[in-house]
């Protein structure tokens, strides 16, 4: 039976960074991707931004791993003349709930090491983007946009450079522990095949729960049981409404339907969060839910015209009724499984997150399994 070293399951934005950082120091590296091409799936399906970090709890994996991939991705971006705009961001808000909120986000932002945070005045605001009508406002400096595709095909040529294979139209379908480490075998191009490889890496999106569970592990027991949580997005056409990323205090389940611009200067609206039972990117949502959500903080939105665009869907570890959960990325030594690692519940900021986590788990690798 053939062997590898590593199998990544996954070609998203996250099993392709783990890719390329594994890859430099290690041969004999495979990734597995059950979709004709690579990130198809929660990494081409978001809004694109590289998030500064305010939004997480201090000592949180999201936390850190947001702030060092937001810096990691900017020093990429300049070195290899990937197209970005580090547009910053406000947090607006309007009332007494909403502005204590923001001295909430401030604190955070401000105990995850973020400098330049500072508070504006609706005139302020105003003065920035004449078309935002709010009482106070959060600015971050460091939030930007890409183009995910883009950070997407940069990994992906570091992973080939560095003679690892992605192999698409592949799917895993079971996974047992052996003696040699681990025994993965499904469909590949429409042919079954088997492989043994020492570490397996969990990178699997929204299907990473299922993965878990293959390897048998009690994904309820742990706490490892994904919700599906969806995010649609509208558009606007002609003359962009704002040059700046506008979020409303976050509320619900996501960070609020926020107005983002693209590197076009084209700007998206949402995504809003509603929870669901099963994957299907069909836009369910109706315009007028996301104009009243915008016209409290831009009044002139009638005048725009706005198009449905598309939809995401978030791989939530926490339910509707749950309060905050982090990332899992773990090895599951402790479970018996040695050389199985977990990437698990990797949904927003996982995009800015990405080359951080690609270092992190290639520090889990050096440090507790390569021999
Ligand atoms: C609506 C929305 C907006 C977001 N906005 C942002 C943002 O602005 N900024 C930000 O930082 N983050 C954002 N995120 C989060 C970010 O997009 C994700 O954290 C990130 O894309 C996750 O990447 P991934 O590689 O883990 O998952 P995916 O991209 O889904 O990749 C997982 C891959 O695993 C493959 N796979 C699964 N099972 C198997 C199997 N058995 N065999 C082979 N292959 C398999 C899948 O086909 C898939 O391609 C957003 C997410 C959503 C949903």
Redesign the pocket.
């Known amino acids: 039976m053939e062997t590898a070293k590593i199998v990544i399951?996954?070609?998203?934005?996250?099993?392709l960074a783990v890719a390329a950082q594994l890859s430099k120091n290690n041969e004999s590296i495979y990734v597995?991707?059950?979709?004709k091409r690579?990130?198809?799936?929660?990494?081409s399906?978001?809004?694109?931004?590289i998030?500064s970090g305010i939004h997480y709890p201090k000592d949180t994996l999201k936390a850190a791993l947001s702030v060092k991939g937001n810096s990691m991705i900017y020093d990429i971006c300049e070195k290899y003349k990937i197209p970005y705009k580090k547009l910053g961001k406000l947090t607006v808000a309007i009332g007494k709930e909403e502005i204590e909120e923001l001295d909430h986000l401030m604190k955070m932002g401000e105990s995850n090491g973020l400098e330049g945070l500072k508070f504006l005045d609706g005139d302020e605001v105003r003065k920035l983007e004449p078309n935002i009508k709010v009482e106070k406002a959060l600015y971050s400096p460091s939030t930007g946009i890409i183009e995910p595709d883009d950070l997407m095909n940069h990994f992906y040529a570091q992973v080939i450079n560095n003679q690892a294979i992605v192999a698409t139209d592949?799917?895993?379908?079971s996974l047992k522990k052996t003696d040699y480490g681990y025994e993965l075998s499904?469909i590949s191009v429409g042919e079954k095949f088997k492989i043994q490889a020492k570490t397996v890496i969990n990178?699997?999106?929204?299907?990473s729960d299922k993965?878990a569970e293959m390897v048998g592990l009690d994904i309820d027991k742990l706490g490892y049981r994904l919700h599906y949580c969806k995010?649609d997005y509208f558009r606007i056409s002609g003359k962009p409404p704002v040059k700046m990323l506008v979020y409303p205090v976050p509320r619900g389940h996501g960070l609020g339907i926020h107005l983002t611009p693209d590197l076009s200067g084209s700007v998206k609206l949402g995504?809003n969060a509603y929870y669901v039972n099963k994957i299907d990117y069909t836009v369910e949502s109706s315009l007028e839910e996301f104009r009243e959500s915008i016209r409290r903080v831009l009044p002139a939105i009638d005048e725009y015209d706005i198009q449905i665009d598309s939809s995401?869907?978030?791989p939530k570890l926490e339910g509707p009724e749950d309060s905050f959960r982090d990332f899992v990325i773990k090895h599951e030594a402790d479970k018996d499984l040695y050389g199985f690692i977990n990437?698990i519940g990797?949904?927003?900021?996982?995009?800015?997150?990405a080359p951080a986590i690609g270092n992190f788990v290639s520090e889990i690798y050096e440090n507790e399994l390569k021999k």
């Open positions: 399951i996954g070609a998203g934005i996250v099993g597995f991707e059950k979709n690579w990130g198809q799936e929660i990494s399906r978001n809004s694109g931004v998030h592949t799917e895993v379908k499904g990178c699997g999106g929204l299907y993965i995010g995504p995401g869907i978030r990437l990797i949904e927003s900021p996982g995009l800015t997150a």
